[in-house]
C-alpha cells in the first residue's frame, strides 16, 4: 500500500511540474496577453493543485490534509477570478488582440463608441 500511495505522489508531482512548464511555454509562446492568460491561469492551476496534492499524501495527516483541501478550494476559485480580471482590464486598457484574433466579441458590449 505503501508503494501505491508513494508511486501516486510520484505521479501528482511530475504532473504538478509538467503543467508549470507547459504555463511557462505558453507564456513565451502565444501571441497576446489575452491568449498567454488563459495558459497561464489553467495550467497553474492544475500544475499547483496537483503539487498541493501530492503533500497531502505524503503527510497523511488530518490537519495537513485539510490545509491541503482548502489550498486547493482557494487555487479553484482565486486563480480564474484573478485572470479574468487582468485580462478585462488589458482590455479596457486597449492592449491589442493578436493579429490572428478574427471575431472581438467584447467590443459591441464595452461601451466604447470608438
Given at each position: 500500500?505503501?508503494a501505491?500511495i508513494?508511486?501516486l505522489?510520484i505521479?501528482?508531482?511530475?504532473?504538478?511540474?509538467l503543467f508549470?512548464l507547459?504555463a511557462a511555454?505558453g507564456i513565451l509562446?502565444?501571441p497576446?496577453?489575452?491568449?498567454?492568460?488563459?495558459?497561464?491561469?489553467?495550467?497553474?492551476?492544475?500544475?499547483a493543485?496537483?503539487?498541493v496534492?501530492?503533500?497531502?499524501?505524503?503527510?497523511?495527516?488530518?490537519?495537513?490534509v485539510?490545509?491541503?483541501?482548502l489550498?486547493c478550494?482557494?487555487?479553484?476559485?482565486?486563480?480564474?477570478?484573478?485572470?479574468h480580471l487582468?485580462?478585462?482590464?488589458a482590455?479596457?486598457a486597449?492592449?491589442p488582440?493578436a493579429p490572428?484574433t478574427s471575431v472581438?466579441?467584447?467590443a459591441e458590449?464595452?461601451?466604447?463608441e470608438?
Amino acid at each position: 500500500m505503501l508503494a501505491l500511495i508513494d508511486s501516486l505522489i510520484i505521479v501528482l508531482l511530475a504532473m504538478g511540474g509538467l503543467f508549470s512548464l507547459l504555463a511557462a511555454v505558453g507564456i513565451l509562446v502565444m501571441p497576446d496577453v489575452y491568449t498567454r492568460m488563459q495558459a497561464a491561469s489553467k495550467a497553474v492551476t492544475f500544475g499547483a493543485t496537483s503539487i498541493v496534492l501530492a503533500a497531502a499524501l505524503h503527510f497523511q495527516e488530518a490537519g495537513v490534509v485539510a490545509r491541503c483541501l482548502l489550498v486547493c478550494v482557494f487555487l479553484f476559485v482565486t486563480i480564474p477570478v484573478a485572470s479574468h480580471l487582468i485580462a478585462r482590464a488589458a482590455y479596457r486598457a486597449r492592449e491589442p488582440l493578436a493579429p490572428e484574433t478574427s471575431v472581438d466579441e467584447l467590443a459591441e458590449h464595452s461601451g466604447d463608441e470608438s
